[in-house]
Nanobody
Framework: QVQLVESGGGSVQAGGSLRLSCAAS????????MGWFRQAPGKEREGVAA???????NYADTVKGRFSISKDNAKNTLYLQMNSLKPEDTATYYC?????????????????WGQGTQVTVSS
């Protein structure tokens, strides 16, 4: 089992930055892939960024160049640095974990999820 707890969400103006954190505990094997997803009201959950245990990253085209995923193994914490935020980035952001060795941005590949943290970007 894996437990994930997100933090760091909030409200920011367009062009601003936020850093999300995801504290992870439980099975290390089940956390080979760690990802960030988001869901805006009335929309399907979408993948934002993923990071495998070797450090390979995968980003959605909509956030490339603006968001950066990273982790601190000593703290068992995953991060999402979000810069140049846009109103369309407004959503609930979720941290997720997957046991696979190759990370995707397909939400159906991830069996473990956090409770989410809200990010609101105003224009």
């Amino acid at each position: 089992q894996v437990q994930l707890v997100e933090s760091g969400g909030g409200s920011v103006q367009a062009g601003g930055s936020l850093r999300l954190s995801c504290a992870a505990s439980g099975s290390t094997y089940s956390r080979n892939c760690m990802g960030w997803f988001r869901q805006a009201p009335g929309k399907e959950r979408e993948g934002v960024a993923a990071l495998d245990k070797d450090g390979t990253t995968n980003y959605a085209d909509t956030v490339k160049g603006r968001f950066s995923i990273s982790k601190d193994n000593a703290k068992n914490t995953l991060y999402l640095q979000m810069n140049s935020l846009k109103p369309e980035d407004t959503a609930t952001y979720y941290c997720a974990a997957d046991y696979r060795l190759r990370c995707s941005l397909n939400q159906y590949n991830y069996p473990y999820w956090g409770q989410g943290t809200q990010v609101t970007v105003s224009s």
